[in-house]
C-alpha cells in the first residue's frame, strides 16, 4: 500500500491538532483546556523554540502510534495531548544549559533531570491535567529500569512507553547544539538496538511501519 508521505517536522500547532484531531479537537474540549495548554506552549516556544518543535513533533509521532496500537480515540487524543506538553518543565530550565553545545557537568545533569517534576509542579493547579501526569513524570523512563526514576517494565504506563520512544527518535531525527541529525536510517536502527532495554519491545515494529509516513 502506498503511504503518504507528510511534512516533517510539523509546521505549526493548528496544522497539527487539524491533522492529528480531526474530529475530536471540536469533541473534547471539555475534557482539557485547550487554551491553558496553547498558552503554556507559546511560553515554551518563546523560551526555547527548539523544545517546542519538538514538542509538537513528539505529538504526531505519538498520535500515530496510539492509532497504529489501536487504542481508542480519547486515548489517542489524551497521548497527543500529553506529548505537546510532555518537556514543558523546560520552560523552568536555563536556555544556557539546554543549548550547551559541550557536555553537561553533573550538575546540570541534575538540572535537565527536574524537567518531568517541574512540568508536573505547573499543571498541579488544574484538575483536569491529572490524566497527564504519567507522560509527563514518565517518559524518561526505560524498561530495563535504567530511566531517571528507574521504573521497570510494567510499571511504566503505556502512554509514557510511547512518549519515550517518539521523543528519542525526534531527539536523534533534528539537529541539536552538540550534534547533527541523523538519517532516518540511523535512527532506526537505533531505535531497534535498544528494543527491550530502553524501549518497550512491543512498541518497536509499530513504530518503525509509522516512520514511514516520513
Ligand atoms: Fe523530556
Same mark, same amino acid.
Given at each position: 500500500?502506498?503511504?503518504?508521505?507528510? $511534512?516533517?517536522?510539523? =509546521?505549526?500547532?493548528? $496544522?497539527?491538532?487539524? /491533522?492529528?484531531?480531526? /474530529?475530536?479537537?471540536? =469533541?473534547?474540549?471539555?475534557?482539557?483546556?485547550?487554551?491553558?495548554?496553547?498558552?503554556?506552549?507559546?511560553?515554551?516556544?518563546?523560551?526555547?523554540?527548539?523544545?517546542?518543535?519538538?514538542?509538537?513533533?513528539?505529538?504526531?509521532?505519538?498520535?500515530?502510534?496510539?492509532? /497504529? #496500537?489501536?487504542?481508542? =480515540?480519547? /486515548?489517542?487524543?489524551?497521548?497527543?495531548?500529553?506529548?505537546?506538553?510532555? $518537556?514543558?518543565?523546560?520552560?523552568?530550565? *536555563?536556555?544556557?544549559?539546554? %543549548?550547551?553545545?559541550?557536555?553537561?557537568?553533573?550538575?546540570?545533569? =541534575? @538540572?535537565?533531570?527536574?524537567?518531568?517534576?517541574?512540568?508536573?509542579?505547573?499543571?498541579?493547579?488544574?484538575?483536569? *491535567?491529572? &490524566? #497527564?501526569?504519567?507522560? @509527563? *513524570?514518565?517518559?524518561?523512563?526505560?524498561? %530495563?529500569? &535504567?530511566?531517571?526514576?528507574?521504573?521497570?517494565?510494567?510499571? @511504566?504506563?503505556? +502512554? *509514557?512507553?510511547?512518549? +519515550?520512544?517518539? %521523543?528519542?527518535? %525526534?531527539?536523534?531525527?533534528?539537529?541539536?547544539?552538540?550534534?547533527?541529525?541523523?538519517?532516518?536510517?540511523? +535512527?532506526?536502527?537505533?531505535?531497534?538496538?535498544?528494543?527491550?532495554?530502553?524501549?518497550?519491545?512491543?512498541?518497536?515494529?509499530?513504530?518503525?511501519?509509522?516512520?514511514?509516513?516520513?
Amino acid at each position: 500500500m502506498l503511504v503518504k508521505k507528510i $511534512d516533517f517536522p510539523v =509546521q505549526n500547532l493548528h $496544522d497539527l491538532m487539524e /491533522e492529528i484531531l480531526p /474530529e475530536l479537537a471540536h =469533541q473534547n474540549t471539555n475534557k482539557f483546556n485547550l487554551k491553558i495548554i496553547t498558552n503554556l506552549l507559546k511560553t515554551l516556544k518563546i523560551h526555547h523554540p527548539g523544545t517546542y518543535q519538538h514538542s509538537l513533533n513528539v505529538a504526531r509521532l505519538s498520535a500515530w502510534l496510539a492509532r /497504529e #496500537l489501536g487504542l481508542p =480515540q480519547t /486515548e489517542i487524543f489524551e497521548i497527543a495531548i500529553g506529548a505537546l506538553i510532555h $518537556d514543558i518543565g523546560k520552560i523552568k530550565i *536555563a536556555s544556557s544549559i539546554l %543549548d550547551k553545545p559541550s557536555k553537561l557537568t553533573d550538575e546540570e545533569w =541534575q @538540572i535537565i533531570k527536574k524537567h518531568p517534576k517541574i512540568g508536573i509542579h505547573l499543571l498541579a493547579e488544574y484538575n483536569w *491535567a491529572h &490524566n #497527564l501526569y504519567p507522560m @509527563i *513524570a514518565y517518559h524518561h523512563e526505560r524498561v %530495563d529500569g &535504567n530511566g531517571y526514576l528507574r521504573l521497570t517494565g510494567e510499571e @511504566i504506563p503505556l +502512554c *509514557a512507553k510511547i512518549i +519515550c520512544i517518539a %521523543d528519542a527518535f %525526534d531527539a536523534m531525527y533534528s539537529t541539536r547544539p552538540y550534534r547533527p541529525k541523523l538519517t532516518l536510517t540511523q +535512527c532506526l536502527h537505533e531505535i531497534k538496538k535498544n528494543s527491550g532495554t530502553q524501549f518497550d519491545q512491543d512498541l518497536v515494529e509499530p513504530f518503525i511501519s509509522i516512520t514511514a509516513k516520513i
